[in-house]
């Protein structure tokens, strides 16, 4: 891990990793996976669940896990903007959520942006949590069991990040 990465909590490393995670997971699969059904984190370990069409075979589940270590690698920042609702609504549309609504109360959102070196737009979600500064702090992941769920639709990839 790189240096100072230690001070952040190993939930705000493997929090941080589901954007990181996301982002290879929808290059990889397209946009039949575009929306997150639920997350999960303890420790140093992550799941995170998307919608999907089919099971991704080894090879497409290697690619998103080289990907994923890849941003990570790139060490980019973890771009945070607190937002008016209406107007992030504006600016990104519905890329900004997940399948779990945000309540019609919150009128201010936190977008947090995951850019590629390449300025390509990585991840972008609505999402308060704490995270890393840059991609760099959430270290090398591994991913462990990938699970799909074909009555619902959904794909569940767990992951477990380097101590
Ligand atoms: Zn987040």
Known sequence: MKAGCSLYPAETRAHTALHVLKGAVVRV??????LTTSTWVGGSKGRLAVTAARKPGPEELARIEALANRIVAADVPVEVYVLDRAE????????????????????RLS???????????????????EHTATTGCVGELRLTKARFRRSKG????????RE
């Open 154 to 161: 959904v794909l569940e990839i767990s992951f477990q990040l």
């Open 111 to 129: 977008i947090v942006v995951i850019r590629a070196p390449d300025g390509s737009l990585w991840n972008i979600n609505a999402c308060n949590k």
């Open 88 to 107: 992030a609504e504006r600016l990104f549309g519905g890329y900004i959520y997940d399948a779990f609504p945000v309540p019609a109360e919150v009128r």
């Open 29 to 34: 699969l397209g946009e039949q996976s575009l």
